[in-house]
């Protein structure tokens, strides 16, 4: 970070049904038959067998960008930096038809590429979601991510407080990757044995990633999906393939 790019794989989850906020600031916006996806930029494709929800800052503005026949829900910045990536038609342009704040779309169902829940999940909101790093939308996966644990578990304890359906945050968390060190839910493992109690716990927290990102990536194995028994380091570029080739998914570096 800072110095340097990041290639991100960013996955793209159609919109199914959307929050009553954002679809009254959208009706005018947007064609009814438009296909909206929420962009969410990953370093961990191998991980979106497990993800449960897709985090947005519910502070952040983002925009809704027109590309090609498709309209991309992502942060303007990132549209700004994709422009120059041909990810849209036009090299330099990145039309916007809408703003949106990051609270008007919780709640909204999108689909989710390669994961256990196949009729979609939900927009929820996380506060520690950077408006300046990747495309501001972040997929969750709770089993491989503590900052995603923390969070999930946060939302589900003060469901009224956050304005969100409990149900929305108590989904299932499935083991998708075992590792000799925790074993096949890394990041609840660390996140107990760290005492997090919150997702505000940013040390803590920062420690337990590391620890995720290291343990996962070096020793890691699938345990589930369409490369079960591969290791992760193996899996990986797999997965990233499966993904763009479907086009659920394209690279961005920011
Ligand atoms: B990762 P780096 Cl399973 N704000 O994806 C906060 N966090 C963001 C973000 C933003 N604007 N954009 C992306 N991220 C998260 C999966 C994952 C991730 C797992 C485990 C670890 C992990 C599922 N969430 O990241 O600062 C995204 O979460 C730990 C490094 O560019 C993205 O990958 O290194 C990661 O941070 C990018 O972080």
């Given at each position: 970070?800072?110095?340097?790019?990041?290639?991100?794989?960013?996955?793209?989850?159609r919109v199914l049904e959307w929050a009553e906020p954002a679809r009254k600031k959208l009706a005018d916006a947007l064609?009814?038959?438009?296909?909206?996806?929420f962009v969410s930029a990953t370093l961990r494709p191998e991980t979106m067998y497990g993800q449960v929800c897709v985090f947005v800052g519910p502070g952040v503005t983002y925009g809704i960008f027109k590309a090609g026949s498709e309209y991309l829900f992502l942060s303007p910045r990132a549209a700004r930096e994709m422009a120059f990536?041909?990810?849209?038609?036009?090299?330099?342009e990145f039309p916007q038809v809408a703003e949106l704040q990051g609270s008007d779309v919780v709640g909204t169902l999108v689909n989710a590429p390669l994961s256990v829940h196949k009729d979609g999940v939900r927009i929820l909101p996380m506060e520690s979601v950077k408006p300046t790093k990747g495309t501001?939308?972040?997929t969750s996966v709770p089993s491989d991510s503590p900052d995603d644990y923390a969070t999930i578990t946060d939302l589900a304890k003060k469901a009224d407080y956050y304005g969100i359906k409990k149900e929305?945050?108590?989904?299932e968390i499935i083991p998708i990757i075992e590792t000799p060190s925790y074993g096949n839910l890394t990041a609840p493992f660390l996140v107990k044995e760290h005492k997090i109690n919150s997702p505000k716990d940013a040390t803590q927290l920062a420690l337990a990633k590391?620890?995720?990102?290291?343990?996962?990536?070096?020793?890691?194995?699938?345990?589930?999906?369409?490369f079960k028994g591969k290791?992760?380091?193996e899996a990986k570029p797999l997965?990233?393939?499966?993904?763009?080739?479907s086009g659920d998914a394209f690279v961005f570096a920011d």
């Open positions: 970070e800072g110095v340097g790019t990041t290639e991100y794989v960013a996955i793209k989850q064609p009814a038959d438009a296909k909206v996806s990536q041909s990810i849209f038609p036009k090299w330099g501001g939308v972040v929305w945050a108590e989904l590391d620890l995720a990102y290291k343990a996962g990536f070096y020793e890691g194995t699938m345990i589930y999906g369409d290791s992760v380091q997965v990233r393939e499966a993904l763009l080739d």
